[in-house]
């Protein structure tokens, strides 16, 4: 069954880093566009970022802009999300997820949504 994987959640003081991957199974990722979201206790699942499946473009939703950013290698089919400064705001579980189109300007992420992994824990607390 065709699905991602990702790792690198953990616990991280404000102001502080954490890098998250996501990793194709049981499909070529490089295919596809993929996304990050991201959803905190008691509120909907927000996507926050997006790359295109060449890396010629990618969005952020302006919470992140300038903290965050999306990198990917196909060849080790693998997608990456750089978090610095980490504020407590930023506490989600954070999921990645491979689709057809990443939004352009303030479209939503509807069409990031084929395939999902399981999620990992970002908690941003001293």
């Known amino acids: 069954q065709p699905h991602l994987v990702e790792s690198g959640g953990g616990l991280v003081q404000p102001g502080g880093s954490l890098r998250l991957s996501c990793a194709a199974s049981?499909?070529?990722?490089?295919?596809?566009?993929i996304g990050w979201f991201r959803q905190a206790p008691g509120k909907e699942r927000e996507g926050i970022s997006c790359?295109?499946?060449?890396?010629?473009?990618?969005h952020y939703v302006d919470s992140v802009k300038g903290r965050f950013t999306i990198s990917r290698d196909n060849t080790k089919n693998t997608v990456w999300l750089q978090m610095n400064s980490l504020k407590p705001e930023d506490t989600a579980i954070y999921y990645c997820a491979a689709g057809s189109s990443c939004p352009e300007n303030n479209e939503s992420y509807y069409y990031i949504r084929r395939y999902w992994g399981q999620g990992t824990r970002v908690n941003v607390s001293s």
């Open positions: 049981g499909f070529t990722l490089g295919n596809y566009d």
């Open positions: 790359i295109t499946s060449g890396s010629r473009r990618t």
